[in-house]
């Protein structure tokens, strides 16, 4: 995946001079969302460099890509590959005010019986104190670790399967089976799962349910022989994960994004959840904040925006990814603590609900 690195990487291109009429431009574009002229930026700079020394600099950047135009004879703007050099290089995330901060930890104690409730409530939340819009994925049903199966008997041929993962999630889903089953006899097919495979991962249970398939079943007795078919069809992990999305409309509202076509693509983009799902599943596999800017963003429809993310798990392993999506010229200083701080909140308090 183009872009998307990670908050802290550095590239001595400029000296010190050109870097802070870079940031100085960004930092007023962020602000302002005006374009910055030389006598602007030589007042609110406070360097001793004249008009005419930043008009040269300012010159030189956009030769090489880092500022643009709008009007010939108007102020400069900065490029998707300024903000990539002022996230890797420049900025510094602002520290969370304490406010913001327990605004955040409120979450872990909102009443969320499950991490359904949690991840929901994190993006009403993201959302909220962004104004942007913000993604949260569900847990990886292959990555989650079984806390607890039971099989209720709804109907003849019709048994309704509820898994509880370590991590909070539950599934319910109906399955069919052929076979006349008590529902004495589906507590004792549960109590057998539950008994060899509590604190396995849904994957490798998966996969010794459907080695144990291929062995000579004559030598199962029934209940093994139940346990193997019903375990089979209640671990199917080709479910796709839940993707909860909040204030597209804050997005769409933002004055930052004024032209129609960009909001038409927007619109575009936020209909095609899976592609965004296949971005958010990349982004698990490094750990940290990542950030993919303008046209790092393989999404067209998100290729006027930038993507903030980090990942949340459990003592185990990484589960799902939070993010942020708004204009390419948000406050990065702002945005980036309120994403990761959240990240690590959802953590800690699925780790700490006694699931793990």
């Not at 359904?116 to 913000?134: E, P, R, V």
């Not at 999404?299 to 708004?326: D, F, P, R």
């Amino acid at each position: 995946m183009r872009g998307g690195k990670k908050k802290g990487t550095s590239e001595d291109l400029f000296d010190q001079r050109t870097q802070q009429v870079l940031q100085g431009i960004i930092d007023n574009f962020i602000s302002t969302s005006e374009p910055v002229g030389s006598r602007t930026l030589s007042k609110t700079l406070g360097l001793s460099l004249s008009p005419a020394t930043i008009r040269n600099i300012m010159s030189d950047l956009s030769d090489q890509g880092y500022l643009t135009q709008v009007h010939t004879s108007g102020g400069r703007i900065p490029t998707d590959k300024a903000y990539r050099f002022f996230v890797d290089s420049l900025v510094v995330a602002d520290k969370l005010p304490e406010q913001l901060q327990k605004n955040i930890e409120e979450i872990s104690y909102q009443g969320a019986s499950a991490v359904q409730d949690l991840l929901i409530n994190t993006s009403h939340l993201l959302a909220g104190l962004t104004k942007f819009a913000s993604l949260v994925t569900a847990p990886k049903t292959s990555l989650s670790r079984l806390q607890h199966i039971e099989f209720i008997k709804i109907s003849g041929d019709r048994i309704l399967v509820i898994l509880v993962t370590k991590s909070g999630l539950i599934k319910n889903r109906v399955v069919e089976c052929q076979d006349q089953l008590s529902q004495e006899f589906l507590n004792s097919v549960s109590g057998f799962l539950n008994e060899k495979f509590k604190d396995h991962s849904l994957l490798e249970i998966r996969k010794q349910i459907l080695d144990s398939m291929v062995e000579d079943k004559d030598r199962y007795n029934e209940l093994l022989a139940q346990a193997i078919r019903l375990g089979k069809k209640a671990f199917e992990l080709d479910q796709p994960v839940e993707l909860f999305i909040e204030g597209q409309t804050n997005l769409l509202m933002n004055q930052r994004l004024h032209e129609e076509e960009s909001k038409n693509s927007l619109i575009s983009a936020f209909e095609q959840k899976s592609a965004i799902m296949e971005i958010l599943d990349q982004t698990m596999e490094n750990q940290g904040t990542r950030i993919f800017i303008g046209l790092e963003n393989e999404l067209s429809g998100l290729q006027e925006c930038s993507l903030i993310t980090a990942c949340y798990g459990n003592k185990h392993n990484m589960l799902g990814t939070i993010g942020v999506i708004g204009p390419t010229s948000m406050d990065y200083r702002r945005i980036i603590p309120v994403v990761d701080y959240t990240a690590k909140i959802v953590s800690q308090t699925i780790t700490s609900q006694s699931y793990d």
